[in-house]
C-alpha cells in the first residue's frame, strides 16, 4: 500500500498539467499507474478508462479508481482531491482576474501555443491506446464504426460505449 502523502504528491502534480481536458494526460497516467508504480495492468488501466467514460469527469474517475487500488478508500479520496487542487487554485485566480488577463499579449500567445500541443497530446494518447487494444479485426471495426457514429451523429457517448460492449460481448 502507497502512502497517502505520496498520493497527494503525484496526483497534485498530474493536476497542475490538466491542460487542454484530460485525454492529453492519458499518456501521462499510462507511465504514473501501469509503468513507473504498477498500481494497475495495461489491461485493469484500458478497462479504467473504457469505463469512466461513463461517467462524468472520467479521467477524474479514473484518478479515484487508481488511487483506490493503490491506497484504499483514503486513497481513492486523497486521489480525486489532489487531481483538481491546481485547477481550482488556477480557476480562483484566473476567475478573479481574466477581465485583466485576457487582453495581455503574452498570456493569448501562450495559449494559442498550448491548443496544438494538447491536440498532439490527445493524437498520441489515441495512438498508443490503440497499439495497445486493436489486436484484431473485430476491433478494428468497431473502433471505425464508433468513430463514425461520433463523427456524423448526436448519439450520447454514453450509447457508443455500452453499444461496442455489447457487441463484444456478442462476438466472443
Known sequence: MVSLLTLAWIY?????IFVGGGYVLIPLLNHIMVEQYRWLTLRQFLDGLALSQLTPGP??????????????FLGGLVATVF???????????????????KNIDIIKNTLDGLLPAVVGLVA???????VSSLSGVKEIIILAIGFAIFKWTKVTPMFVILGAGVVGL???
Do not use: E
Open 83 to 101: 487531481i483538481f487542487t491546481p485547477c481550482v487554485i488556477l480557476m480562483l485566480i484566473i476567475g478573479r482576474n481574466y477581465h485583466r488577463l
Open 59 to 72: 479521467l477524474a474517475m479514473l484518478a479515484t479508481f487508481t488511487g483506490f487500488r493503490a491506497g484504499g
Open 12 to 16: 497534485f502534480r498530474i493536476g497542475l
Open 124 to 130: 498520441a494518447a489515441a495512438w498508443n491506446l490503440g
Open 170 to 172: 456478442l462476438l466472443n
